[in-house]
C-alpha cells in the first residue's frame, strides 16, 4: 500500500486538469496576445478561468490576476501594496507564523523603511484580535494575516481581523494568505473585508507554476513584473495559458461537491488524531477544535525521534508526509510556527505534518498508524544520548 499524506506540499492534478493542460499545449497552444485565431482561442482560456474562479469567491473578474504560483501572488501583494501606499504611512502587521513567501517579502520591506509589528499567537497557533487592535495604528498602510497556517492548520480569525482593521485604520489594506485554505472553505472577500487574497494552482490539484491574487478594485497596488502590459500592465508576460486553464479546471473542481468532500476531509482528520493519539509519547500541535483547525492538516510531534529520521522510514513503507512545511525543508531551520506556539525544545526537531486531500482514504489512515506503532519503538531505541 502507498499512503501520499503530502497534500498541503503538493497534490497531483486530476484527469480533468490533465486533459485541459494537454489540449493547451498541443492544439490551442497560441499567444492569448495575438490577434489571429490561434490567440483567441488561447485567450477564450483565460477568460473562462477568470470567470470559474471569481465565481467560486463571488467578486468581479477583473479582480483576478493570474501568476506563477502563491509565492509570487504573496510578494506582489505585500511589495506592491507598501510601495504604493508608503506615503499614507510606513506601519505594517502581520503575524510570528507566516509562511516564507510573505515573512521575506516582509523583512525586505523592513530594510526599505517600513515598520513591521509581528503579532504572536496562543498555544494552539491562533492570534489575538485584542492584540491586533492595540497594534494599528494611524500610519498602518497593511495587515497581513494568513488564512490557515500550512504547519499546524491553525484557522485565524481573518473575518473579524480584516473587520478591526477597516474600522481602526482606515488607510490599511487587508491581505491574505489563502494559499491552504482555497478550496477547503467558501470564501467570500467582499463580505470578509479582505482587499487582497493569494491563491497557488497546485494545491487544489492544479498544475505548479499556477496561482492567482485577488485584488480589490480600489486597491492602489504597484506591478511588480513590467514588460509587455498583458493582464492589464498589472502582470506583464506572455499568460501561461496551460498552467491558467488547468487553475481553471482544479478551482471548478475544487468546489464541485464542497460539502461533501470538506465532510469527508474533516472525518479523515478526526480519525487520524484519534488514532495516532493512541500512541505513546505523543503531541497533536495546533487547534483541535473544528471551527479552529483547517480540514486537512495535523502535526504531530514524537518524542525522541528525529523528524528527518521518522520521514525516510516512513518513505521506505510507502508512505509520505512533511517536517514542518515542505517549502522550505531543503533549507533546514527550525520551524518558527513551532517555536511560536510554544512547542517544547526537543520536540523542535521531533515533529511531522500529516497534510491530507480528498482523495485519501480511511485504509491509507489505518496503514500508517499500524507502521508507526512497528516504526516508534525501533527508532525510539536509538534516541540520542
Not at 506582489?76 to 510573505?102: F, P, Q, S, Y
Not at 488547468?246 to 464541485?256: F, I, N
Not at 498508524?369 to 534516541?383: A, D, F, G, N, T
Request: glycine share 8%; net charge negative; with cysteine.
Amino acid at each position: 500500500l502507498e499512503a501520499y499524506l503530502d497534500n498541503s506540499a503538493t497534490t497531483w492534478c486530476t484527469e480533468h486538469v490533465r486533459d485541459v493542460v494537454v489540449k493547451t499545449m498541443m492544439e490551442d497552444y497560441g499567444n492569448p496576445s495575438s490577434k489571429h485565431t490561434k490567440g483567441m482561442e488561447a485567450e477564450k482560456y483565460l477568460r473562462e478561468s477568470r470567470e470559474i474562479i471569481a465565481k467560486t469567491l463571488k467578486v468581479n473578474e477583473k479582480e483576478i490576476f493570474f501568476t506563477s504560483g502563491g509565492t509570487e501572488s504573496d510578494n506582489w501583494a505585500l511589495i506592491g501594496t507598501a510601495m504604493a501606499n508608503r506615503r499614507a504611512g510606513k506601519h505594517i502587521i502581520t503575524t510570528a507564523i507566516e509562511h516564507a513567501a510573505v515573512l521575506q517579502p516582509i523583512l525586505y520591506l523592513q530594510e526599505q523603511g517600513f515598520e513591521v509589528t509581528f503579532l504572536p499567537v496562543d498555544e494552539t497557533g491562533l492570534i489575538s484580535l485584542e492584540d491586533l487592535k492595540e497594534a494599528l495604528r494611524e500610519d498602518t498602510i497593511l495587515v497581513s494575516i494568513m488564512y490557515v497556517n500550512n504547519e499546524v492548520g491553525a484557522r485565524e480569525p481573518v473575518e473579524e481581523a480584516a473587520e478591526l482593521v477597516h474600522r481602526l485604520a482606515p488607510k490599511a489594506w487587508f491581505h491574505t494568505d489563502a494559499i491552504q485554505a482555497y478550496g477547503k472553505y467558501r470564501i467570500r472577500p467582499k463580505k470578509a473585508g479582505i482587499d487582497l487574497l493569494s491563491v497557488s494552482g497546485h494545491k487544489i490539484h492544479g498544475p505548479k507554476g499556477s496561482g492567482f491574487l485577488y485584488i480589490n478594485e480600489k486597491v492602489k497596488i504597484h506591478p511588480l513584473i513590467l514588460g509587455g502590459g498583458q493582464q492589464k500592465g498589472m502582470r506583464s508576460g506572455t499568460d501561461n495559458v496551460p498552467g491558467i486553464a488547468g487553475l481553471g479546471a482544479a478551482a471548478a473542481d475544487c468546489y464541485k461537491d464542497f460539502e461533501e468532500k470538506q465532510k469527508k476531509l474533516r472525518a479523515l482528520r478526526n480519525y487520524f488524531i484519534e488514532e495516532v493519539e493512541k500512541l505513546p509519547d505523543i503531541q497533536v500541535n495546533g487547534p483541535k477544535e473544528e471551527e479552529k483547525a483547517a480540514p486537512q492538516i495535523v502535526s504531530v510531534s514524537f518524542e525522541g525521534v528525529r523528524s528527518e529520521v521518522l520521514l525516510h522510514a516512513l518513505e521506505d513503507r510507502g508512505i509520505y508526509v512533511s517536517s514542518g512545511s515542505a517549502c522550505s525543508s531543503n533549507h533546514p531551520g527550525v520551524s518558527g510556527t513551532l517555536k511560536g506556539i510554544g512547542v517544547k525544545q526537543e520536540l523542535l526537531d521531533s515533529t511531522l505534518r500529516f497534510s491530507f486531500g480528498m482523495f485519501n482514504k480511511k485504509e491509507e489512515i489505518d496503514y500508517a498508524i499500524e507502521v508507526l506503532k512497528e516504526l516508534l519503538p525501533v527508532l525510539r531505541r536509538y534516541r540520542r544520548g
